[in-house]
């Protein structure tokens, strides 16, 4: 039994020590497959601790940082700015990947100090059910259907701006065109808006926009302080018109009227801080960007007249037709601006004016083989991709011909894409198709200084805003059309 035991006992020694030997090899090749397995963070450098690389993005253009890293990286390369590591998004596959394809896997994400300034419950701040049914909502009073009827409104608002213009004095073109976008979007929140409350908003909402891009310290005298005073009063004018539209049960097909009546299957409505937060919100992304835009196009008219002549015979031709019907602009007329609207698609890819946006990782995730880590910044940058030859041929040139072709896939992004991409697009388009229709009709512009540098305000505008001369067009006669002589038609 003991000499049974003995063998069993020697042989089962011998196979335990035969199946270890053979788990531990199985399991060890299985680790070290997994290790090799395990992605790679993308290549790039995070600079010096803490700070990063945030001293370099600011001693340099920021487009010049971000195409130098990507000469040298690649398309998918990481860094840290800001206090936070971030990987940098190049092509248009890795901007579809975070922003459409696996966008629940990607928060948008601000710093708290924007967020407070503008409302936390603005839809930009949030993603899932809350989101999608605000945007639902901002976008069905900024369709084509819903902003058609702003058209005479905004002609209003571009004439007498242009009025305004017309001095020969120097003016900050970049200012008097946010003056123009604030107007618009006023129009497309509230429809027709009593005077005095249009004042009132103008005047916080000018504090706040000083104050947003200041240091975030809040302390009597600060700018950062000023502007949340500035926005704690836009709330309560907001208030006071949300209570007077809901006295007088208007059902309005504006923005605000959009926000009021929405109520879901269980009864529930929308409370007076989500609307002034969303309304802030839509005011804050439609000024700025839409200023900025129309800067460019005065600049890149400006830069080539023959353009601007070709601009000019377009719109005359709508002006005098519209001049012998006694009518202003028809939704149709700006659906058929085809050179001004080449324009205007190619003075946003030129200018880039959002030039990237900001996610953040929820989960770890890979792509392409790189590993984007749980809580890493995830910045497409929309700009690399409209400046890069692959996609558009000598893209330092400002071409509007090259629209004569759809551009590739995902390579054309001046509004974003995919959940939180700009619903505001379309209004944006037409309100700049419409000041260009009055602009190049009715005055004549000079640029004054420097144009060719940047400034970053935070988006990209020509330098000190584009200071101009605006002055009146000499009216030309229309001279009645005549039967030419005999002599005539032979030349
Ligand atoms: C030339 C002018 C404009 C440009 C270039 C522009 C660009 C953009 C871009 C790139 C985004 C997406 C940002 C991201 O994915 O993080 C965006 C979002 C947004 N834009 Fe615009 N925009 C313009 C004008 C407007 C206007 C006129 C409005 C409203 C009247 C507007 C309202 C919004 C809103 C509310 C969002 C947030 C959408 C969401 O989070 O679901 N924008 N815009």
């Known amino acids: 039994m003991d000499i049974i035991f003995g063998i069993f006992s020697t042989t089962t020694i011998y196979l335990f020590l035969f199946l270890s030997t053979l788990l531990y090899y199985h399991f060890s090749k299985r680790h070290h497959k997994k290790h090799k397995l395990t992605p790679n963070l993308p290549p ?6 803490y700070i990063g690389e945030t001293l370099l993005l600011y001693s340099k253009d920021p487009n010049t940082f ?19 590591p971030c990987v940098m998004l190049a092509s248009p596959e890795a901007a579809r990947f975070v922003l459409v394809t696996n966008a629940d896997l990607f928060k948008p994400t601000y710093p708290k100090s924007k967020e407070k300034m503008i409302g936390p419950s603005a839809l930009f701040f949030h993603q899932g059910e809350y989101h999608h049914l605000v945007r639902k909502l901002v976008q069905s009073s900024l ?4 902003i058609r009827r702003l058209i005479p409104g905004i002609e209003d608002i571009a004439k007498s701006m242009l009025d305004s213009w017309a001095s020969r004095e120097v003016i900050n073109t970049f200012q008097a065109m946010k003056k123009f976008s604030f107007e618009v979007g006023i129009l497309a929140i509230f429809g027709h808006l009593d005077k005095q409350y249009k004042e009132e908003l103008k005047k916080n909402y000018s504090i706040v926009d000083k104050g947003y891009n200041s240091f975030p310290t809040n302390l009597p005298g600060t700018p950062y302080h000023k502007a949340l005073m500035a926005r704690k009063k836009l709330s309560q ?25 929405f109520k879901n299957d269980k009864g529930e409505t929308l409370n007076d801080e989500q609307i002034a937060d969303n309304i802030i919100g839509v005011l804050f992304a439609a000024q700025d960007t839409t200023a900025s835009a129309l800067t460019w196009i005065l600049k890149y008219l400006h830069d080539d007249p023959k353009l601007l002549e070709g601009v000019k015979a377009e719109q005359m ?39 990237f946006t900001f996610r953040e990782a929820v989960v770890d995730i890979e792509y392409n083989g790189y590993l984007i880590p749980k809580g890493w910044k995830v910045m497409p940058l929309f700009r690399n991709i409209h400046h890069n030859p ?77 200071p101009s001369r605006f002055w009146k067009e000499p009216k030309k006669e229309v001279q009645p059309w005549k039967e ?3 002599e005539e038609l032979c030349h």
């Open 390 to 466: 692959e996609f558009f041929n000598e893209p330092q040139n400002f071409d509007p011909r090259r629209f004569e072709v759809a551009p590739k896939p995902n390579t054309y992004l001046p509004f974003g894409t995919g959940a939180h991409s700009c619903p505001g697009n379309e209004l944006a388009k037409l309100e700049m198709l419409i000041l260009i229709h009055h602009l190049v009709n009715k005055l004549r512009w000079e640029v004054v200084g420097p144009r060719d540098m940047v400034a970053h305000s935070p988006f990209p505008v020509p330098y000190n805003g584009l």
């Open 317 to 355: 031709e709508i002006h005098l037709s519209n001049e012998k019907e006694s009518r202003g602009l028809t939704w149709t007329q700006t659906r058929n601006m085809p050179l001004t609207y080449k324009v205007i698609l190619e003075s946003l890819r030129m200018s880039s004016i959002v030039s």
């Open 237 to 261: 004018i907001l208030e006071e018109i949300i209570a007077e539209r809901k006295e007088k049960k208007l059902l309005e097909n504006d923005l605000l009227g959009h926000l009021l009546n």
């Open 66 to 84: 971000f195409s130098d890293k990507q000469k040298r990286y690649g398309d998918v390369f990481k860094t840290h700015i800001l206090g936070c």
């Open 484 to 486: 030419p002589e005999k």
């Open 44 to 49: 790039g450098s995070m600079g010096w601790p």
């Open 143 to 146: 369709s084509p259907v819903a």
